[in-house]
Structures are given as C-alpha cells and as structure tokens.
C-alpha cells in the first residue's frame, strides 16, 4: 500500500521537520520507530505524520501538531525520552531538528 | 554516498515542506528533479535541501530558505514553472506544499 501524503486542517499549526542518517545497527530500530508513530498519534495536538527514508540512507520525518505546546508535551512522553536515548545512542549517526510554524498550505489531494 | 541531513544557519529562516506520491510515469522525472535540485541551489536565499522517497512511494522533499520572498521568487523561476506543470500533469498522482517558519533548531551533527 502507498501511503498517502497527511491531510492536516488548514494552517497556522506546527511542524517537527526530522533528518537523519542511520548507524548499521538495526536491532530494535524498526520496532520503535512503528511503536513511536502509534504513540505519536495517541498524543494531544497530534495532527499527522510523513515519512520516508531513502536507499541512499537520508531519512525524513515530518509531524504535525496544533500547537508548540503540544510538541513539548510529545518530546517529554516517558517512553519517546527513551526512544530518543536510544536513538542518539544506537541509531542515528546524524540529525536535525526543527521546529517550525506552518504559515501556508496547498496541494492536489488524491 | 549516504547524504548528510543539510546544515543551516541559525533560526529563524524559512523551509518548504513537499510531500508526494508519484504516478507510474517516469519520463524525465529523474533528470528535472535532479534539475530543480541545481537550479534551487544557484537561487538567492536557498540555504539547503534534504530529499528522500521510500521504496512504498512516499517522497518529502524539504528545502531551506532565507525568507519567504526567497520561495515566491523559486516558485515563479521559469524553468522551474515548467517541471511544476510536468509535476501536476505527469508524475505526482497527490502531493502537499506547506510553507513553514523554522522558528528553533538542534541536532546531532556528523
């Protein structure tokens, strides 16, 4: 299935533009990553979420929230502060992020 | 060659988020996108650019900018005219632009 690019209402709401590239250590990567969506999801202020990660190993992450409130909320969910730990540690040989506010919005929906 | 997640200056600056799904049309598709990457990158404000497309059809594209003048100046480049319209016509089957304010940063660098 070809997941398709989020809907979200229409702006302001925010953003959490996440890039990396990857260590070659899988163990328990895929598994947390899935289960940090579906937590992600559950979270106030959630609105949605794109992501892709290319052969070429750059990986983006793109979420979604109503308010930075809410993004702080998210970044400080016990078991998230323990995915991030490992992420740092075990997965990500790099990263960025950002936090940003999304001032405008169009496209061509399916 | 793995990418490194682009570096940019201090906040506040601006970010174009594109998310896609593609058509099964491939006809120039690669060469105008490697194209659009070049040509932003010679524009004046463009700061950077991250790009991945998984193998389930998703791609993010999100490229960095000085301000939002620096944007509407991209979006109405000639050339770059033309491979919107490729885009709208032939290769996108959906798609979404958002127009984001990066108002905080951090990361873990190379």
């Known amino acids: ?4 690019p989020s809907q979200t209402p229409p702006p ?4 959490v533009i996440f890039t ?3 260590t070659p250590v899988d163990a328990g990567y895929e598994e947390t990553a899935r289960r940090m969506v579906e937590l ?3 979270q ?3 609105l949605g979420v794109d992501s892709a990660r290319s052969e070429s190993g750059l990986g983006i992450t793109v979420s979604y929230w109503r308010s930075e409130d809410d993004i702080r909320a998210w970044k400080r969910q016990e078991e998230h502060l323990a995915a991030q730990q490992s992420g740092k540690s075990n997965w990500y040989s790099a ?4 936090i940003a506010r999304v001032e405008r919005a169009y496209g061509m929906p399916f």
Chains 1, 2 share one sequence.
């Not at 299935?1 to 398709?4: F, R, S």
């Open 20 to 22: 990396s590239t990857r």
């Open 40 to 42: 992600a999801a559950q």
């Open 44 to 46: 106030p202020g959630f």
């Open 12 to 15: 302001p709401y925010c953003a």
């Open 1 to 4: 299935m070809v997941p398709t």
């Open 95 to 98: 990263y960025q992020v950002r």
